[in-house]
């Protein structure tokens, strides 16, 4: 199994800029494809974005797609996902998740990181 912590959560204005890093620990941090999701209050949960074991080809959710990026520091078994260009439809709260592959039922979750973009 794996535990996932998230952090870099915070209040941001709009137009700005935040990163969240996912860190894992249990097991082998290479044997996981890691996701991010977030959630709202009355909302659907969205699968915002991915990336593989291989760290190929990454996943973004046309909501987020060319201000968002993923990527993954394999050695520090950290996951970040740099946001910018920030709006408020992007307040939630944000979970990493992992599994074997890159999908929407993933088996790990962390606990969540607040985000709200307001002025």
């Known amino acids: 199994q794996v535990q996932l912590v998230e952090s870099g959560g915070g209040l941001v204005q709009p137009g700005g800029s935040l990163r969240l890093s996912c860190t894992a620990s249990?097991?082998?941090?290479?044997?996981?494809?890691i996701g991010w999701f977030r959630q709202t209050p009355g909302k659907a949960r969205e699968e915002i974005s991915c990336?593989?074991?291989?760290?190929?080809?990454?996943y973004y959710a046309p909501s987020v797609r060319g201000r968002f990026t993923i990527s993954r520091d394999n050695a520090k078994n950290t996951v970040y996902l740099q946001m910018n260009s920030l709006q408020p439809e992007d307040t939630a709260v944000y979970y990493c998740?992992?599994?074997?592959?890159?999908?929407?039922?993933?088996?790990?979750w962390g606990q969540g990181t607040q985000v709200t973009v307001s002025s």
């Open positions: 998740t992992a599994d074997f592959f890159c999908t929407s039922t993933p088996d790990f």
């Open positions: 990336i593989n074991r291989s760290n190929g080809h990454p």
């Open positions: 249990g097991d082998s941090f290479t044997n996981y494809a």
